[in-house]
């Protein structure tokens, strides 16, 4: 079982930086994959990034390719989301995920856990 927490999110002017956290429970963090997911109000839930559990191999949506950064800290349990030159579009919940599988995925099914969330909001 793991438990996922975020932290981080707010209210920033376009052009702005966010630093997104994602604290994780459980002894075997190394062994997930782990995602970030963003839904805005009327919107499906999609895929923002995604790390493998045990090297920095990373993967992106276009839409934020260049912009966001998914990193890990194992010994720490967290996977952080840095976002800069954010614009109005990437307003919405963020939420983390983590897959037991050493890759991540863009597909939302393919994830076994789900932190609450945490609200982003970029103002034009």
């Known amino acids: 079982q793991v438990q996922l927490v975020e932290s981080g999110g707010g209210l920033v002017q376009a052009g702005g930086s966010l630093r997104l956290s994602c604290a994780a429970s459980g002894r075997t963090f190394n062994s997930y994959a782990m995602g970030w997911f963003r839904q805005a109000p009327g919107k499906e839930r999609e895929f923002v990034a995604a790390?493998?559990?045990?090297?920095?191999?990373?993967y992106y949506a276009d839409s934020v390719k260049g912009r966001f950064t998914i990193s890990r800290e194992n010994a720490k349990n967290t996977v952080s989301l840095q976002m800069i030159s954010l614009k109005p579009e990437d307003t919405a919940v963020y939420y983390c995920?983590?897959?037991?599988?050493?890759?991540?995925?863009?597909?939302?099914?393919?994830?076994?856990?789900w932190g609450q969330g945490t609200q982003v909001t970029v103002s034009s």
């Open positions: 790390i493998r559990w045990s090297d920095p191999t990373t």
């Open positions: 995920a983590a897959r037991a599988y050493f890759r991540g995925s863009s597909l939302r099914s393919d994830y076994d856990y």
